[in-house]
């Protein structure tokens, strides 16, 4: 039986979704193919779509490396070395409109 206590409905913090072992569709497989990507490239996706945790995954990885990646494809298809690297994230949701 799926406990829903563990759906993340308004989580976007890959760190909260590690510490709290949420439920977390592993995609990190492809988030090492986008982090190996030479290019700029444009994420656009509707509302609600994972970019805030896609994002958030990011800065996980390149900030802290694999510790909380257990477990996860990354980690166990050895897909990413654990390099860390200093991270700017500026989060432009706080941001309120003055009209």
Same mark, same amino acid.
Not at 57 to 69: I, M, P, Q, V
């Given at each position: 039986?799926?406990?829903?206590?563990?759906?993340?409905?308004?989580?976007?913090? @890959? %760190?909260?979704?590690?510490?709290?072992?949420?439920?977390?569709?592993?995609? +990190? =497989?492809?988030?090492? #193919?986008?982090?190996?990507?030479?290019?700029?490239?444009?994420?656009?996706?509707?509302?609600?779509?994972?970019?805030?945790?896609?994002?958030?995954?990011?800065?996980?990885? @390149? %900030?802290?490396?694999?510790?909380?990646?257990?477990?996860?494809?990354?980690? +166990? =298809?050895?897909?990413? #070395?654990?390099?860390?690297?200093?991270?700017?994230?500026?989060?432009?949701?706080?941001?309120?409109?003055?009209?």
């Amino acid at each position: 039986m799926i406990d829903y206590s563990k759906l993340p409905l308004s989580i976007t913090s @890959f %760190s909260e979704f590690a510490a709290n072992s949420m439920i977390y569709v592993d995609k +990190t =497989d492809l988030v090492a #193919n986008l982090a190996r990507f030479r290019n700029p490239f444009f994420l656009s996706r509707p509302r609600r779509f994972g970019k805030s945790t896609l994002v958030s995954t990011f800065h996980e990885l @390149f %900030s802290n490396g694999l510790d909380k990646f257990q477990g996860l494809k990354i980690v +166990t =298809d050895n897909l990413w #070395n654990d390099k860390t690297y200093k991270v700017v994230h500026i989060d432009f949701s706080q941001i309120k409109e003055n009209t």
